[in-house]
């Protein structure tokens, strides 16, 4: 089987997941959805329920609140808006914030509040341009993803990194057993460029 990369995978299991029927949140109207894990981290298919994501859309802002249980004790984890505007595609068109990172406790369980408004800038530093949000959020599809950066005791003085981008950490990459070396850009699936954390949690608001 050709290897892909792993943001390719990602996507593909995403819109799996999200192909089932849903109806669209008026703005200011809350919607809920599961937060689900998709992959383990040794890159096994899975559909657990680890806990759920409410989101808020208003003319020009979102808010979401995310728990999730199940977490690795001790490890470090960040929180990610991914939005594709309506009729768009990851990851050519697609906004993509973090909220910040967050180390697990012994529950295993993390609670993160995302913010964002029309006009934010997307991360910048990695070697996929991202877009800024300025397209309907309405009709936007929300994705609040989670990234497993590796346990916060190997971190040493990259902990601050780990907390703030999706490619730092002794977790990364894993590329879930795919080639670590390369990430796809669109129908170039040899481009070279940085791997990224493995982000195997994820839920999502379908416009």
């Known amino acids: 089987m050709k290897r892909k990369s792993a943001i390719v995978l990602m996507s593909v299991l995403l819109m799996v997941l999200a192909a089932g029927p849903a109806m669209a949140t008026p703005p200011g109207e809350a919607s809920v959805e599961p ?4 992959l383990t981290l040794d890159g096994t298919p899975v559909t657990n329920t680890l806990g759920s994501s ?3 859309r208003g003319d020009d802002r979102l808010w979401a609140k995310v728990t999730v249980d199940g977490l690795r004790p001790g490890g470090v984890y960040t929180f990610w808006w991914v939005i594709i505007p309506e009729g768009g595609s990851f990851p050519d068109d697609a906004f993509v914030a973090g909220e910040g990172g967050r180390i697990v406790g012994p529950g295993g369980q993390a609670t993160a509040v995302l913010k964002a408004k029309a006009g934010d800038a997307s991360i910048s530093g990695f070697h996929v341009p991202f877009n ?3 397209f309907d959020l309405g009709a936007a599809e929300v994705h609040v993803e989670v990234a497993y950066h590796g ?3 190997d971190a040493g003085s990259n902990l601050s990194s780990w907390m703030t981008d999706f490619w730092t950490g002794a977790a990364c990459p894993s590329s879930f057993g795919l080639n670590a070396d390369y990430v796809g850009v669109g129908d ?3 481009a070279g460029g940085q791997p990224h954390c493995p982000v195997y949690i994820a839920a999502i608001h379908s416009q």
């Open 54 to 56: 409410t989101l808020v």
């Open 188 to 190: 170039d699936l040899n």
């Open 132 to 134: 800024p949000l300025d």
């Open 151 to 153: 346990q916060a005791e």
């Open 35 to 38: 937060v689900i894990e998709f």
